[in-house]
């Protein structure tokens, strides 16, 4: 499927990453936005709300976070593509409905543009400390996919793909951007409608009666119905069975749990989005994501005339972590160097797939601005020495 | 049904008039003896029927308790939500699909106290909604510990010398909250309960009917108010059937009168219809309307 033409603002835009976002969700076809506004992430919604009756789309605030993330739920199974937008303080809120919509296996997408914390930390500055929370938040056992953009170009492009993605696995997608990218503007390119390749909700052929809730085949993703459609569906945020009716027994829990979780982890080759530059032969590689990952440029750069060989990954997608192509990649190089707007989360995953074969040195930074180049620049330079 | 018990209803042998509506491959139901939960279902279900709504573009959002658990033997599109939460889910709902009936059915504690925000705020904006609360004035569910419903001196786990917490008088939340349609019975009165549903159902904007019912289990016993058949006598004896009355004065003091009737009935553009002719009005002809 391609995008719909109406929807599409095609041409070079010089926005920022908030505003990217939101023409990211419509070209994607996103037609429900249930938010509350929170510094640094309100911009989305606004330009949402200033775009969506041209559209064909509807948002609403909502009283809080809490809300806006079950409304949409709600308005993904009365058949549309939906997502909320929110902030630290409203992420915590949403915790709740992610586990639902873990459980529920209802495609949604959420944004939070990150900023510092705890509690109200610093409402107007950056952070990369969400990240932990998006993987393990909500209570219980569960899988999502959590992508980062380092750039408004990114933010467009990316908030079509967590729409995709949403589609494809049935999980709720989060985009998991900062203050930076936010706030920063730069050129965005938007493709022609139909060079957006937009991924459809795969509602089942079978009539009422045969169909099952949550029956999968190969694929673990469940077809999926929409209310008002004839099937009497039931969902619940209870443990369930195929057809969707509670089941309170561990045998149907270890089913239902290991689906949920395998349905991701296994298909994480599949997801992965890294990007690569001068890994092979590296002998330190620098792991990064969202702005940080245009912060380490210089230090990698001034390392490399010292002669070192610098190797970097970007992580577009976070989680699922890209845990098999680190382990490996471990074997192959003396250090791994992370650089993160917190005090230390990712790097707790790089450390653990390196597990023991690479040195692993965080470069924290405890968020409200990024990490000063010389930083992470005296980080690859020690990491060898006090190794 | 408490958590800690086992379900001990019997599966009826004769037909229910209402079997096309539940879900009897989930039966038995997991309600106690004598709850007044079953008898608000089987209101709700005979008050569908009547009103002749496309049962097929009905769906059923209930949150979490003993209440929360209708949505589950409904044989409709049916959602158990979150806690406190199914207004919001049910109002994503129902902006996304227009054409949809959409009935909340849940508890007391679970509308009013985790989710009394959001029924404030429907109320306000009025969304196209029904809303029945379950109000056996206590938490079922979890064992008994009071609701911002419990009357002050009623005993419950987490005021176990009785309550002093003073609780929501809800036809008039309701009411001054902006909601079209406000009424309350007791499980005692099917007719007037099913009547009620019927109404509010048929009636466009946000709608709210209040039961009062039994948890013979919890709140009762912890009482000393007798089985939920005495507590259906009390019922009877105590009830006062006031339509009109103004909502101010229909709060619930422990075992006294209890006011029950139509207390609201008015007419307000839902929120749908406002956006609609908002938008219009600004966009003219470029405006998609949102119908579906
Ligand atoms: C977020 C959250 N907090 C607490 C609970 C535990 N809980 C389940 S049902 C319930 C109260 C239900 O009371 P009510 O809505 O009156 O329903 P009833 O059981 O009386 O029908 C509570 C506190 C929960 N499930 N979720
Ligand atoms: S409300 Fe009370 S009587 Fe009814 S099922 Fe729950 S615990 Fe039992
Ligand atoms: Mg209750």
């Known amino acids: 499927m391609k995008a719909e033409k109406n929807a599409v603002l095609t041409g070079a835009h010089f926005i920022d990453g908030d505003h990217a976002a939101c023409e990211g969700a419509i070209a994607a076809g996103c037609k429900f936005v249930a938010g509350y506004p929170i510094t640094p992430s309100t911009e989305v919604i606004e330009r949402i709300a200033l775009r969506f009756p041209l559209v064909g789309g509807v948002f609403i605030q909502m009283e809080d976070e809490i809300a806006s993330s079950i409304a949409i739920q709600g308005a993904v199974w009365a058949g549309k593509k939906a997502m909320t937008v929110t902030s630290g303080p409203g992420f915590s809120l949403m915790m709740e409905h992610i586990g639902y919509a873990a459980i529920t296996e209802t495609p949604c997408v959420f944004i939070n543009v990150q900023r510092s914390g705890p509690s109200t930390g610093l409402p107007t500055l950056p952070a990369q400390a969400d990240m932990m929370q998006a993987r393990w938040g909500s209570h219980g056992d569960y899988e999502v996919i959590a992508i980062v953009p380092n750039s408004p170009q990114e933010c467009f492009d990316l908030t079509i793909r967590a729409f995709n993605l949403a589609e494809e696995y049935r999980v709720p997608v989060l985009v998991m951007m900062d203050e930076c990218v936010g706030h920063m503007t730069e050129k965005v390119v938007i493709p022609e409608a139909d060079q957006i390749d937009i991924v459809e909700r795969k509602f089942t052929k079978k009539p009422p009666g045969e169909y099952k809730m949550f029956e999968t085949n190969e694929s673990m993703v469940p077809e999926m119905i929409k209310v008002g459609d004839g099937y009497r569906m039931h969902l619940t945020g209870l443990t369930h069975d195929e057809r969707g009716y509670p089941a309170m027994s561990p045998k149907v829990q270890q089913k239902m749990l290991r689906r949920l979780v395998d349905k991701i982890l296994l298909n994480e080759e599949k997801i992965r989005h890294i990007e690569e530059d001068e890994v092979e032969g590296a002998d330190i590689v620098v792991i990064s994501y969202g702005i940080t990952s245009r912060v380490v440029l210089p230090a990698i750069k001034k390392a490399r005339e010292d002669g070192l060989k610098v190797g970097h990954i970007r992580l577009l997608t976070v989680w699922p972590f890209p845990e098999a192509y680190i382990r490996d990649l471990a074997k192959r190089v003396s250090a791994f160097v992370v650089p993160e707007l917190n005090l230390g989360q990712i790097v707790h995953e790089v450390e653990r797939c390196a597990a023991g074969h690479a040195v692993t040195r965080l470069v924290p930074h405890a968020g409200g601005a990024v990490h000063e180049p010389v930083d992470i620049y005296d980080a690859i330079k020690g990491v060898l020495e006090h190794a | ?292």
């Open chain 2, 1 to 292: 049904m408490h958590e800690q018990q086992t379900a001990t209803a019997e599966v009826p042998e004769v037909k229910n008039p209402v079997e096309s509506l539940l879900r009897m491959d989930r039966m038995p139901h997991i309600w106690c003896p004598g709850c007044g939960i079953g008898t608000t279902v089987n209101c709700f279900a005979r008050a569908l029927e009547q009103s002749k709504v496309d049962l097929d573009k009905t769906a059923i959002v209930s949150g979490i308790g003993c209440t929360g658990r209708v949505a589950g033997y409904l044989n409709l599109d049916s959602f158990h939500t979150t806690h406190g939460r199914a207004i919001p889910f049910a109002t994503g709902l129902k902006l996304a699909n227009p054409d949809l009936k959409i009935v909340v059915y849940s508890g007391d504690g679970d509308l009013f106290a985790i989710g009394g925000n959001h029924f404030i705020h429907a109320a306000r904006r009025n969304v196209d909604m029904t809303v029945i609360c379950v109000n056996n004035l206590i938490y079922g569910m979890t064992g008994g510990q009071v609701a911002p419903t419990t009357p002050v001196t009623a005993k419950g786990t987490t005021y176990p010398y009785g309550s002093y917490d003073p609780p929501f008088n809800l036809p008039f939340l309701a009411d001054s909250s902006g909601a079209v349609y406000v009424a309350r019975w007791t499980v005692y009165h099917v007719h007037h309960v099913t009547k009620a549903i019927k109404e509010a159902i048929l009636h466009r904007g946000f709608s709210f009917v209040e039961i009062i019912s039994p948890c013979p289990t919890l709140y009762s016993r912890r009482n000393r108010l007798g089985d939920g058949l005495d507590q259906m006598k009390f019922y009877q004896e105590n009830s006062e059937i006031r339509h009109g009355a103004n909502t101010k004065d229909v709060d619930i003091d422990f075992q006294k009168k209890i006011i029950v009737g139509k207390f609201v009935e008015r007419e307000r553009k839902t929120y749908r219809q406002l956006m609609n002719e908002h938008l219009t009005s600004v966009f003219g002809e470029q405006y998609t309307k949102y119908e579906g």
